[in-house]
Each structure stands twice: as C-alpha cells, then as structure tokens.
C-alpha cells in the first residue's frame, strides 16, 4: 500500500489511507452524538456509556493529528489564512447561525436552548457548537510562526511537544477562545506535522505478516480499553495515543481504506450536518416513534445523521455552488 515520494510540507499530495482516518474519525464523532442525551440519555446504560468514553477518548486527538500531518504552508501568509477562511470560517459562522434557529424558537427540540444573545457570544468567544473548527482555525493562524521555528530540528519538535504539555497541566487558562483546548490539541496536531515531517508516505508502507499485525493491533486494542476502563489521572494523552495508533494499524486491511476513505472525504461536511440531522433523527425515533431500545435509537440516528447525510452531500450539495461554499468545499 505504498504511495509516492516522502513529500516536504510545502508541497501538497494526496494519500488514500488519510481519507479514510478521516472517514473512521468522522464515523467515530457521529457513533459518539448518536448515544443520545435528550430526550432520552443513553448515557444511563452502562454499555452505552463505556462506548461513549471509548470513542470520546481518540476521535477529536485523531482529527487533530491528520490535519497535522496535511499541514501545508505554501506562498504568503495571507494566502494561506484566506484558504482556511473559506475551507473553516465561512462554514463556521454559517452554520453557527443557522444553529441560531432550533435554539431559539424551538427549545423543545435541543438539549441546549438559547436566547440569540448567549448564541452569538459564544459563537464569537467560545467556538459556538462547532468548536473543533473554532479550535483548529486558531491553531492555523498561529502554526506557520510555530513551523518556522521548530522544522530546523527533531530536538525543537520534541522540545515544543513537551512545553505544550508542560502548558497544559500546569496552566489555568482565561475562560474565552477555547485557549486551553488550543494548547491540548496543539500537542496532537504537532504530533502530525512531525510524523509527516520525518517519515512522510513510509507511514503507509505496510509490509506483510498479517497474523503478527492482527496480533499487535489486538494487544493494542486490549490496551486501550483497559486504559479507558481505569480511566487513570493524566494518562489521556496515553489512551488517545494508544487509540490513534490502533486505528492506524487498522490501514493495513485494505477493505477498511476503501470502505472509510469515501467518507473521509466529505468529514467536514459530515460534521456540519450532523447536529440538524440528529435533531431530526432522535425526535422521530424518540419523540413520535416512542421507541426506548438504545440500540435500536443509536442504529437509527446512525443511518439518518451518518449515512444519509454523505448522500445528501454528495449527490445534492455537491452539484449546488451556494452550498459547496457555505459547506467549506471549494
């Protein structure tokens, strides 16, 4: 499964195996929002609960990686803002306001309602209910200035990883800009631009003995839920470690890079519908059809927020220019 030349990060290539990370960190996000906690909170159940954390513990640490790794710092600085304008920030204050709506005049419907005054603030203040885009724009605002300095040497990267961790356990930050989720996911997404950095495509060059590897990736999935389970005081960078190399070594079965590699790359896409659609996912399924399985609720606001969202994206926005903008895909 081998791609082409290690690449600098100036330069700009495309790996199926990152399309589907993104595509299993997107099922991932979406499995997570579907164990439901209004108008019926799934989290009650145990099982729902221990799957939540599970999937809690890698998805946001793994999105944060990949777009380390496909950081690309090419021409003006002002350049490159722009494209993260239209790829993050439009999208961003779209979909914030359009969240402006169910909050207000239907209370009933969210688990979170507002007034338009509390939404805008925290839209500007505090990421609005899409905080991962809130977080990683800020993270690309500042990186070309941290890339410049630490690319010089595996020293500085490394040096630079451990002062964000140092940051992150030993400082209380202001309760605005989400400045302590920028610090914890810096660490994440410096881990990718270092992997990138220093290994390129070689990460994706797996080579044979599947019975040793469905060995390791099992031993590392035992790992992982055990970590999970004991859920120990500052080990959750160690889960999300260990859960993020686990799905990695998933790459290797090429059936599973073809299966998520076709979500991926709409994820974003994905994860601006989801919280629309799961508001009209979870009110039939709970609300009307009064149904009480919380297998049978997470399956059905699956197929509704996950896969009919991708064909809505796909075979609807795609062809309308209006939405392709609002949706950060041109």
């Not at 791609?3 to 996000?29: C, H, M, N, S, W």
């Not at 159940?45 to 890698?58: A, G, H, M």
């Not at 079965?253 to 994860?271: A, E, M, N, T």
Request: with cysteine; proline share 5%; net charge positive.
């Amino acid at each position: 499964m081998s791609t082409e030349k290690t690449p600098a990060l100036t330069e700009k290539i495309y790996y199926r195996q990152i399309d589907a990370l993104k595509g299993i960190a997107i099922f991932l996000v979406v499995l997570g929002h579907s164990i439901i906690l209004y108008p019926i909170d799934l989290h009650q159940n145990d099982l729902c609960e221990l799957v939540f954390r599970w999937l809690s513990s890698v998805h946001m640490p793994l999105f944060f990686v990949i777009s380390g790794f496909c950081f690309s710092y090419r021409g003006s600085y002002r350049h490159f803002i722009w494209k993260k304008v239209k790829r993050l920030l439009i999208p961003y204050f779209a979909f914030n306001v359009l969240d402006l709506i169910p909050r207000y005049l239907f209370p009933n419907l969210v688990n979170r309602p507002r007034g338009i005054a509390e939404s805008v603030q925290k839209i500007i203040f505090d990421g609005g209910e899409l905080w991962f885009l809130y977080v990683l724009f800020i993270i690309f605002l500042i990186y070309p200035f941290i890339y410049g300095w630490i690319k010089r040497s595996v020293y500085l990267f490394a040096g630079t990883l451990a002062l964000l961790l140092l940051v992150h356990f030993t400082w209380t930050p202001i309760p605005m800009f989400r400045l302590g989720e920028v610090i914890y996911y810096l660490f994440y997404f410096t881990i990718g631009v270092m992997v990138r950095e220093y290994l390129g495509n070689t990460i994706f060059d797996f080579k044979p003995g599947r019975l040793k590897a469905a060995a390791v990736t099992v031993v590392l999935l035992m790992l992982w839920f055990i970590l999970i389970e004991l859920n120990p005081p500052y080990l959750g960078i160690v889960t999300a470690l260990t859960g993020i190399i686990t799905l990695y070594r998933s790459l290797r079965y090429g059936v599973l890079v073809q299966i998520f590699s076709r979500f991926g790359s709409y994820s974003l896409q994905i994860y601006l519908l989801n919280g629309f659609l799961l508001v009209i996912s979870r009110t039939i399924i709970v609300s009307i059809l009064q149904v009480t399985n919380p297998f049978a609720i997470i399956a059905f606001n699956m197929l509704v927020d996950f896969f009919l969202s991708y064909i809505i994206i796909k075979y609807i926005c795609e062809r309308i220019r209006p939405a392709k903008i609002l949706m950060g895909m041109v």
